[in-house]
């Protein structure tokens, strides 16, 4: 079993939708969660770090199930913008963060 | 600010050739990382270094040298370059051990 597991996708949502990702980890000891947008051909960016009691910032929402060791993303209204690749990032409470393959996101008009 | 950079940002290699993927962040960031990105794979660790003139291995050392003698730059060195290691190669720092990372702009890297 892999340390991080996402679906790779691709999720084809239309504009406007409300599109769900969930990403697994296998280590319960991690105490770092976040989420990255990798766009095509380009560096992955913080979109936004994962906290216990859930947040949101926007359009976005993330949150976390310790219990089940899942962290998911919910994207609202989703924009042609939105349109790319997300990425779960744990942290076991070292230097060393786990990324998972990514799941890929397609906003159609 | 400039955050982190990356040079170059592409470079043909033939195999047995060595070279230096430059990193450098100007975030006064205690960690910094090299990772590679391969299609399917997500980014793999290759070596990281919590501070100037501390080093360590990743997931993927093999083939590759760091050195970090200063806290800004941390160079990545291919020694006798292989086709195995055509990939994207991104340098990342962070301010300590719980926090985001701050990636560059990446290195396309081919080797023939």
């Known amino acids: 079993r892999k340390e991080v597991e996402q679906d790779p996708g691709p999720f084809n949502v239309p504009e406007g939708a409300t599109v769900a990702f969930n990403c697994t980890y296998s280590?319960?000891?991690?105490?770092?969660f976040f989420w990255y947008r990798q766009d095509c051909r380009k560096e992955p960016k913080l979109l936004m770090s994962?906290?216990?009691s859930g947040n949101e910032d926007g359009r976005f929402t993330a949150q976390l199930n310790r219990a089940s060791q899942y962290i998911s993303l919910l994207i609202r209204d989703s924009k042609l913008s939105d349109s790319a690749t997300y990425l779960c990032?744990?942290?076991?409470?070292?230097?060393?963060?786990?990324f998972g393959t990514g799941t890929r996101l397609k906003v159609l008009a | 600010n400039a955050g982190v950079t990356q040079t170059p940002k592409f470079q043909v290699l033939k195999t047995g050739q060595s070279m230096t993927l430059q990193c450098a962040q100007d975030?006064?960031?205690?960690?910094m990382s090299w990772y590679r990105q391969d299609p399917g794979m997500g980014l793999r660790l290759i070596h990281y270094?919590?501070?100037?003139?501390?080093?360590d291995q990743g997931e993927v050392p093999n083939g590759y040298n760091v050195s970090r003698s200063t806290t800004e730059d941390f160079p990545l060195r291919l020694l006798s370059a292989a086709p195995s290691q055509t990939s994207v190669y991104f340098c990342?720092?962070?301010?300590?051990?719980?926090?985001?990372?701050?990636f560059g702009p990446g290195t396309r890297l081919t080797v023939t």
């Open positions: 990342a720092s962070k301010q300590n051990q719980g926090s985001e990372q701050y």
């Open positions: 280590n319960s000891a991690s105490q770092s």
């Open positions: 994962v906290y216990s």
């Open positions: 990032v744990v942290g076991s409470g070292t230097y060393k963060y786990i």
């Open positions: 975030m006064n960031h205690e960690y």
């Open positions: 270094s919590v501070g100037a003139g501390i080093t």
